[in-house]
């Protein structure tokens, strides 16, 4: 009878290990379907994540795009403060060349003017001299012919007195 007792405790207690268990089953069959639906949920979420990285890396290709686009832009903006610089140092330059001819035709424009002004008082004095060499050639052609008149006359006083006699 051994063997059939010790197969009726095992029942037994099979029995009432599965009765006290029973709620242990219970929490564990809920656990179970927890768990289940967590790995449900994980799953989503490694393949929302997946999803992410390759947006992610999506998104760090266009980043070094755009870094690759800022980089020449920056040598292209760099070039440009080059070129400015450059353009301003001759700017400059022309600036100051600008005042120098400025100056110059300045200095010419008064030259020109005391000319003028001059040359004015130059063709005052001279017409004053001609008209001086005109009034003094005409006293010694008057002079002169008062001279020629006074001998015509008396060569003709001469010729009447000649003529009378």
């Known amino acids: 009878m051994e063997p059939q007792l010790i197969e009726a405790l095992r029942e037994v207690m099979q029995s009432e290990l599965k ?7 219970t929490k564990l069959d809920r656990l ?14 490694d393949a929302r994540v997946g ?3 390759e947006r992610v890396s999506k998104l760090d290709a266009r980043v ?9 832009l920056d040598a292209r903006v760099g070039k440009l403060e080059g070129i400015t610089a450059n353009l301003d140092g001759k700017v400059g330059n022309l600036e100051v060349n600008m005042e120098t001819v ?4 300045s ?5 020109l003017d005391r000319i003028e002004h001059t040359q004015n008082d130059d063709v005052v004095a001279i017409l004053h001299q001609v008209n001086q060499k005109t009034a003094d050639r005409f006293e010694r052609t008057d002079n002169q012919m008062r001279v020629l008149n006074d001998r ?6 001469d010729i009447r007195k000649l003529q009378q006699s």
Do not use: C, W, Y
């Open 107 to 111: 200095a010419m424009q008064n030259q």
């Open 51 to 53: 999803k992410l990285d």
């Open 102 to 105: 400025i100056r110059q035709l």
């Open 19 to 25: 009765k006290g268990l029973s709620p242990v089953h």
């Open 32 to 45: 179970d379907a927890r768990v289940g639906k967590l790995d449900e949920r994980v799953s989503k979420l």
């Open 152 to 157: 015509l006359f008396t060569v003709e006083t």
């Open 64 to 72: 070094g795009k755009l870094d690759e686009r800022v980089s020449k």
